[in-house]
């Protein structure tokens, strides 16, 4: 279990670090990938670049979290809240992986969508998100179990 434990932790602590890379420190990217072609155009990749920066805090924040759940993870595996830890990151995932969906739907019908969730970088992102709430909520369900 330590070591699903120990994988987990290292996934959410890659993630929230890429996140806090791309929404923080490369915002213009970000933004770039969040608006289609047709609206880049001014104020908005400088709006939407600045508002990204707030998300990559909170990825930072997500991030620092958990590092400091690996490091310590002996020390956690001897208190039962070892679920909660799992389900904030869970919902972290989950919460990034559900607004997308309805942006995804429109655009699997060929409407127009903010941005495009289906391919290249927005939709690894979609995939990885959903891929860690999974995880992360399975692991919580064990911990919760045993």
């Known amino acids: 279990m330590k070591t699903f434990i120990v994988?987990?932790?290292?996934?959410?602590?890659?993630?929230?670090?890429?996140?806090?890379?791309?929404?923080?420190m490369r915002s213009a990217t970000a933004a770039?990938?969040?608006?289609?072609?047709?609206?880049r155009i001014d104020p908005f990749p400088a709006l939407v670049a600045q508002l990204t920066k707030f998300l990559g805090g909170m990825n930072l924040a997500l991030a620092i979290f958990a590092a400091i759940c690996l490091f310590e993870v002996d020390g956690l595996l001897t208190f039962r809240l070892n679920y909660a830890i799992c389900l904030v990151?869970?919902?972290?995932h989950m919460s990034q992986f559900v607004y997308n969906v309805p942006l995804?739907?429109?655009?699997?019908?060929?409407?127009?969508?903010h941005w495009a969730v289906l391919t290249g970088t927005m939709f690894f992102i979609f995939v990885g998100d959903a891929f860690l709430a999974v995880c992360n909520l399975v692991l919580a369900v064990c911990l919760l179990v045993n």
Do not use: D, H, Q, Y
């Open 89 to 92: 990151f869970f919902v972290a």
């Open 32 to 39: 770039k990938l969040l608006l289609r072609r047709e609206n």
């Open 104 to 113: 995804a739907l429109k655009e699997k019908k060929g409407e127009s969508s």
């Open 7 to 24: 994988i987990i932790l290292t996934l959410n602590l890659l993630w929230f670090v890429a996140a806090f890379n791309l929404f923080s």
